[in-house]
């Protein structure tokens, strides 16, 4: 029994995209333009010439109170003792609802298959075997740090308990378990 | 900020189609108990019920999987508190009650023992008639509950779609009001033409409510949260102004409003005619049914998802 986070070190991601790759290698995603489990989108804050440009790499959150679960009519959607968010591929219908609930833009319809596909951390391929998620074990600038949040040792808990790294969206309650370290922005 | 587009037509022709026939059933039952009738009623109960099933259709085309729509009523693992598995039974229900119904009072389903069954009539009506509402109902409820996207988590969602599909379940009974009185012998055309008279009343009454709700809809959602008042921007400014302005606001409420008005008003001029003493509803229904099914659609696309704000 693991509660299993990620915290994203915006200070850190260069937009390499190579977790991107990493994630489509390892999952074989459909890997079509946003058909893929993990994107690094890029904003902009402050008016030229003082201009920042942040990436905030994005995944499934892995959410405690799961929106996506809750609207699945099948039960293909599921959180695992472990805390991961995964898909049942034999019952999932690709109703397509859980698309529409998810918050965090996290899933997508593999057309190759007729069934949702998103991120699962890398649970059964690698986290099972003590492995890191491969977009974690690939990520040039060590912005992805991957860990147990009920381990108080691990270095996801001490950034997520210590209120260094936040949640997105907390108001909608939904309780993610991806937190992100926030860039200062520079005066 | 990014607007669904998970669901897109198929969804929105669903909604309608499931809404007008859910609507159609109980406006049937309801000018059924009302003026006593059955030419009529038992014509558009059938219509009513192939439109929800020809929605369903819709429905399970979208699904990535189609061949495995049997799983929302036998997953292993089915989750009773989905909105859709909780749709799915609804919708099977009515279409069992709804053709127990047809079959007992529609002349074409003789055979079967229980046609012409007033006891069988009496209570599978009532019930399809009721379960038709909740067709009609759960089609917001769907939506509405999707709490991340602000413009369809409001109570007026649902209570906009019902109206709605009232309003086109009258236009399917009045269509086949006007079908039926057509071939019918020139004695009982006046009955069909006061039906028509009746229908348009209702149907303007439920375009009056409609468009109350849409108006405070829009109105509060314009306000805010960002995702909401933004959706309503592109619907009165941005791409789907078109549409939404012009198909739904315009030629889908009030154009046909005004038209059942004067058709109302018009009461007193006499031709033998049927069709041309009601063409003005005919056409009123026409825009009615174009512009539900327009208002779907452009509700389903503004659906906006949250704001990523960088951190
Ligand atoms: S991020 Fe989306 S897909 Fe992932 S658990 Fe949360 S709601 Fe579900
Ligand atoms: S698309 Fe699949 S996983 Fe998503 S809600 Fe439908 S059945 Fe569940």
Redesign the pocket.
Known sequence: MAKYAMVMDTRSCIGCGACIAACDLENDTEWRDGRRRTHVPEFFFGEFPNVTRVFVPRL????EN????TVCPTGASYKNEDGV?LVHHEICIGCKY?IVA???L??YLDERKGVID?CTFCYDNRVLQGRQPACVETCVGHARIFGDLEDPNSEVYKLAKSGVAVQLRPDLL?E?KVFYIRRAVEE | MIFQDAWGWYIAIYLFLGGMGGGGMLASYYLAKKANDIKVTSKAALLSLIIVVVGTLFLILDLGRPERFYLVFMSPKLNFGSMITIGSMILTIFMILGALYVTAINDWFKFLPWYGSEKVADITGFLAAAFGFLVTYYTGVLIGIVRQIPIWHTPALPLLFVASALSTGVVAVMWTNVAVGIRSPPAERKYHYEYCVMLSKWDSALIAIELLILFTYMGMMIQGPIEASLAVNRLLFGDLSLMFIVGVVLMGLAIPFLLEYVHIMGEHKETEKIGARCLMPVIAGILVVIGGLLLRYVVLAVGANTVFLPP
């Open positions: 499934c959150m892995h959410c799961p929106p996506c679960v968010v859980c998810c918050p965090y996290a899933r998103k939904t993610p």
